[in-house]
T-cell receptor, first 114, second 114 residues
């Protein structure tokens, strides 16, 4: 009964490819997030959606496009992958809105671009 | 600008010894404060949180943290460390800037020696 699940767990791809990461939460939370964790473990927010509506869009290249078909799902599509996109991407959710009560994280997707 | 500082990149303690991980934040008002733990290959798990009230908060796994407004600190403590506590620990701040946004510190890696 995983609360926040991401697929795939590992993704190895070549530069220039397009890939997607999927995230689903079964907690009934309204808000979902994508975070990027770099090789030094630094976590940076990328996007946040509240009930399918984009509410946070940090300075992220427009090659990254999130999509939320419903409030339980938040997917991340990345076009024209670059070496610098290699990182661990975490999905998270929260209730109430926008994380004042803390987040529940998925286990991450390790993306390696070669 | 708002920031979260964890001064120690890594700390090594002996099993059974006490632990204190430091966290300082820079923010004009009292923020929402959190500590998360990340085991290798896993997502982040919420240990505890502080919003208001008693400045000493208890969390899971025997951890506690104390909010000190005068020092802008929210240090994490545990009286007796177990080998299974070896992990990366993140302090985080949720800021209400017209909408909440969570900022994470750079993390402190805890090593536990037998």
């Amino acid at each position: 009964d995983t609360a926040v699940s991401q697929t795939p767990k590992y993704l190895v791809t070549q530069m220039g490819n397009d890939k997607s990461i999927k995230c689903e939460q079964n907690l009934g939370h309204d808000t979902m997030y994508w975070y990027k964790q770099d090789s030094k473990k630094f976590l940076k927010i990328m996007f946040s959606y509240n009930n399918k509506e984009l509410i946070i869009n940090e300075t992220v290249p427009n090659r990254f496009s999130p999509k939320s078909p419903d409030k339980a799902h938040l997917n991340l599509h990345i076009n024209s992958l670059e070496l610098g996109d290699s990182a661990v991407y975490f999905c998270a959710s929260s209730q109430p809105t926008q994380g004042a009560n803390g987040y529940t994280f998925g286990s991450g997707t390790r993306l390696t671009v070669v | 600008a708002q920031s979260v500082t964890q001064p120690d990149i890594h700390i090594t303690v002996s099993e059974g010894a006490s632990l204190e991980l430091r966290c300082n934040y820079s923010y004009g008002a009292t923020p929402y404060l959190f500590w998360y733990v990340q085991s290798p290959g896993q997502g982040l798990q919420l240990l505890l949180k502080y919003f208001s009230g008693d400045t000493l908060v208890q969390g899971i796994k025997g951890f506690e943290a104390e909010f000190k407004r005068s020092q802008s600190s929210f240090n994490l403590r545990k009286p007796s460390v177990h080998w299974s506590d070896a992990a990366e620990y993140f302090c985080a701040v949720a800021l209400n800037t017209g909408g909440f946004k969570t900022i994470f510190g750079a993390g402190t890696r805890l090593f536990v020696k037998a």
